[in-house]
């Protein structure tokens, strides 16, 4: 069965850091760009990062820039996204979902052409 697993999501102060994970089964993670989206309730979602196929593009959003880093463990199938400096404003659902490449402009990252979602965890972040 092919799916998208997050995990890692939860309560944090801000400040503060989470790392979240993707791990992928029924598909290998390492032949497609991954990508983080949220969406914030009341929100449209938006996309916040993305890995290429090759790890050789990682690439942020305006508002995560210089706070958040994606990477991926090939061994494990898994990419993370490590969020430091959380602010209340990155409080939202958080999805990974795999495509064949990241689509992105001007520290915008797209949800074009996506195979595979997850279904998301939850980020809260307050004190």
């Known amino acids: 069965q092919v799916q998208l697993v997050e995990s890692g999501g939860g309560l944090v102060q801000p400040g503060g850091s989470l790392r979240l994970s993707c791990a992928a089964s029924g598909f290998t993670l390492g032949d497609y760009a991954i990508g983080w989206f949220r969406q914030a309730p009341g929100k449209e979602r938006e996309g916040v990062s993305c890995?290429?196929?090759?790890?050789?593009?990682?690439f942020y959003a305006e508002p995560v820039k210089d706070r958040f880093t994606i990477s991926r463990d090939s061994a494990k199938n898994t990419v993370y996204l490590l969020m430091n400096s959380l602010k209340p404003e990155d409080t939202a659902v958080y999805y990974c979902?795999?495509?064949?490449?990241?689509?992105?402009?001007?520290?915008?990252?797209?949800?074009?052409?996506?195979?595979?979602w997850g279904k998301g965890t939850l980020v809260t972040v307050s004190s």
């Open positions: 890995i290429s196929s090759t790890n050789t593009g990682r």
């Open positions: 979902a795999a495509a064949e490449t990241c689509y992105y402009d001007d520290y915008e990252v797209f949800d074009y052409d996506i195979t595979y």
